[in-house]
């Protein structure tokens, strides 16, 4: 076995041990039926932790049995563990880990502040919760603990942003250097980032250090949060909740983006986005706003990932 990699986690009952080594690993529990892999979750459970773990297992016992090639990930890296933290944990620690930051180091960190920070694990299903339900590539919890980077990145920043305010400084640093070279998501660990967020794709990501990303919020891929000249201070993006944030948008400086705004694909903002409106191109225009057909007032973009109801409601121009 590697130097420095955590051994996987019996579940609760105990049993053997088991290695990494591949021919070491006892068979899969059997498939699940079908009927408990829900395909979509419900809209509210009242131990929602408790409840996707149970998805979680259901999926890779299913997934194991009809891909044996992927049996003993799966077992190391789910079915192996008796919570999600713990998988998470595991899972984190073999992504990130390196020749000089041992996967053993990095197993105990996540799992110590998963552990002492509620908050935390609350975050990390919410997230969960997102992906399946916003991201039609999305078709699994496990799918997406165990692939998106992404979800895997925010999950890494919430460590690193504990250990920022724990003074832990340059640890939190390496974390990001980390995450960076792994996922290609780079996030300052000071940066504030809300609950149930969805990176969708999530290569080039960068967010500064004094952003502040809210509830509810989807940013695409190769969106900058970022500053402007080299001033220190407060100097990065404000996203408010429910915000969507297409592709390749670059925010710029201390500006505020308001709730349930939408930042179009490739757009460059400079100034603030009032809540509920659009801005598009480069610089960015701001578009008035108009609830169009069907349209509740509670809809917000970053839940219902809606990028083009701008085109409907304010040109005739069709493709």
Request: charged share 20%.
């Amino acid at each position: 076995m590697p130097a420095g990699q955590p051994q996987a986690h019996e579940p609760d009952g105990g049993g053997t041990s088991h290695s990494n080594n591949h021919r070491a690993y006892s068979p899969p529990p059997a498939a699940l039926p079908a009927e408990l892999v829900p395909a979509y979750p419900p809209p509210e459970s009242e131990d929602d932790e408790s409840w996707v773990w149970t998805q979680i297992k259901a999926e890779a016992r299913r997934d194991a049995d009809a891909e044996p090639a992927l049996a003993s990930f799966l077992y190391a890296t789910v079915l192996s563990h008796p919570s999600l933290p713990r998988s998470l944990s595991f899972h984190l620690a073999n992504k990130l880990c390196s020749s000089t930051l041992l996967s053993t180091l990095l197993y105990d960190l996540f799992l110590a502040s998963l552990t002492a920070h509620p908050s935390l694990r609350a975050a990390v299903v919410a997230d969960l919760l997102a992906a399946r339900s916003r991201d039609p590539a999305c078709v699994g919890f496990s799918h997406c603990l165990l692939n998106f980077k992404g979800f895997l990145a925010i999950q890494a920043h919430r460590v690193a942003h504990v250990l920022w305010a724990q003074n832990r400084r340059p640890l939190a640093l390496a974390l990001q250097s980390r995450v960076a070279d792994v996922f290609a998501v780079d996030i300052h660990p000071a940066a504030v980032v809300g609950k149930a967020i969805l990176l969708d794709h999530a290569t080039g990501v960068v967010i500064g250090e004094t952003a502040v990303v809210g509830d509810n919020v989807s940013i695409l891929h190769h969106v900058t949060l970022g500053g402007t000249g080299k001033a220190v201070g407060d100097r990065h993006p404000k996203i408010g909740d429910g915000v969507l944030i297409g592709a390749g948008a670059t925010i710029l400086g201390n500006v505020m983006i308001g709730a349930g705004a939408k930042i179009g694909a490739g757009s460059v903002v400079l100034i603030d986005v009032p809540a509920r409106s659009t801005a598009v191109g480069n610089p960015a225009r701001l578009l008035g706003r108009r609830k169009s057909d069907g349209e509740k007032e509670e809809d917000m973009p970053g839940e219902s990932m809606d990028h083009t109801s701008f085109i409907r409601q304010w040109s005739d121009y069709t493709i």
